[in-house]
């Protein structure tokens, strides 16, 4: 927790939202998605689940908010379509690659399948900021970038659930080059 | 159940897994995999706890071994890398598309990213068969077929979690096209 005085009664908001969403990954860390239920990521935040309830309804509702949080605005350039994939690729897989990051967002997205209110959260609030900021840089279609989301995020996914580690460097080299190709091949 | 004859006493072992393994891709698709308790597998299939227990030590090993009968041989054509590489995404997306796998798969590999066992079963047990077909069928290093299979899994799966439906046949054209561009500009 920052220091910073702060003239609200009790404490501000965005210091709430920082305590808990570092708790959140911690938990998932150390207990893995299933097992990082609201009551332990309450414990290690030291929040009253309470607190944490009016803020997020679910589990799945926090975890999105962590997730938005822990990957932040994508930062673009406008060196081609190219350049643009290759940024995004390397960005979301250091992204991923964060503590606690890629098992909540496995966690998070294989609840979605089962879950229609949270793969409206997932869909709305998540993925689709990254995927209109992609569409107007690329000029690619929606259909196009969607598949370039699913190709990068899926396989990144995937590689950890498998091996239990991210990608390597060298893998996540392959991967781009296999999705530049791809994209190339078909626009 | 089949109504064949058996000279075992109670029911043949095939029989109890086909009736098990059912009753835990209905339970998935009903209630979601984190819903899809042993008990309430127990329940669906009417085949008592002890005995699913003595066959499988955990639901993760149970939905492992459900998957690897939901899924059965990869059938292989010898019609060179492209071929091959569309058969296979065809035949995957398919699987993934059989109502229950999908999300049991996306289940299963999500709480392996936390869970080591689990994920020692998911890679020796289902995927590495597949793996050991694909390169001797393809040539391809080991580690290109890996990055093939996440793309293919990986990016099936995510669809599956942001949208709740399996890809449409024109999608997996796409997937098929972008794989085949990068397998071909690769190797």
């Known amino acids: 927790m920052s220091g910073h005085d702060s003239v609200q009664l009790g404490r501000p908001r965005a210091d709430i939202d920082a305590t808990v969403f570092a708790a959140a990954?911690?938990?998932v860390r150390a207990l893995g998605y299933a097992g990082?239920?609201?009551?332990?990521?309450?414990?290690?935040?030291?929040i009253?689940?309470?607190t944490i309830y009016r803020r997020w309804p679910s589990k799945g509702a926090l975890i999105v908010d962590c997730l938005i949080d822990a990957f932040g605005p994508l930062p673009v350039s406008d060196g081609g379509l190219e350049v643009i994939a290759r940024d995004a690729v390397r960005w979301i897989a250091a992204r991923i690659a964060q503590p606690g990051v890629g098992a909540a967002f496995a966690g998070v997205f294989s609840d979605a399948?089962?879950?229609?209110?949270?793969?409206?959260l997932l869909l709305n609030r998540f993925q689709d900021p990254y995927r209109i900021v992609l569409q107007n840089v690329t000029g690619?279609?929606?259909?196009?970038?969607l598949l370039?989301?699913?190709l990068?995020?899926?396989t990144l996914l995937h590689r950890l659930g498998m091996t239990g580690r991210p990608m390597t460097e060298v893998d996540v080299r392959s991967l781009t080059d296999v999705v530049v190709a791809g994209l190339r091949s078909a626009s």
Request: hydrophobic share 45%.
């Open 25 to 27: 990954l911690r938990s």
């Open 36 to 46: 990082a239920t609201m009551d332990r990521i309450a414990a290690e935040a030291g």
């Open 48 to 50: 009253a689940k309470s």
């Open 113 to 120: 399948v089962s879950d229609p209110a949270l793969r409206d």
């Open 140 to 145: 690619l279609p929606e259909q196009r970038v």
């Open 148 to 150: 370039f989301v699913d």
């Open 152 to 154: 990068v995020v899926g």
